[in-house]
Nanobody
Framework: QVQLVESGGGLVQAGDSLRLSCAAS????????MGWFRQAPGKEREFVAA????????DYTGSVKGRFTISRDNAKNTVYLQMNSLKFEDTAVYYC???????????????????WGQGTQVTVSS
């Protein structure tokens, strides 16, 4: 059973940066494409970014392109989300997710992922 633990959230001002980490255990990390999702109060969970098993392919939702960068270190079983130029509207609980052998065709959908972390709160003050 894969377990995911996020860290790195916090309260920042607009324009600041944060780096989220998600440490995986209990499985072969390189078998999983990894995604980041977020959920703001009163809104549905939405796709933020995803990265392929090797790290060679990434994808982002439009609102974060150019500001966020997803990366992974398979030797450390960890995926990261570097968030720069944060905006008030980035405020949400951020979740990492692991999808066994999933491809970029499906990875924007939350239903494609097998395992989820507990989430970490990111609050951006305007």
């Amino acid at each position: 059973q894969v377990q995911l633990v996020e860290s790195g959230g916090g309260l920042v001002q607009a324009g600041d940066s944060l780096r989220l980490s998600c440490a995986a255990s209990g499985g072969t990390f390189s078998n999983y494409a990894m995604g980041w999702f977020r959920q703001a109060p009163g809104k549905e969970r939405e796709f933020v970014a995803a990265i392929s098993r090797s790290g060679g392919n990434t994808d982002y939702t439009g609102s974060v392109k150019g500001r966020f960068t997803i990366s992974r270190d398979n030797a450390k079983n960890t995926v990261y989300l570097q968030m720069n130029s944060l905006k008030f509207e980035d405020t949400a609980v951020y979740y990492c997710a692991a999808g066994f052998l999933i491809s970029s065709v499906v990875w924007v959908g939350a239903h494609a992922y097998d395992h989820w972390g507990q989430g970490t709160q990111v609050t951006v003050s305007s």
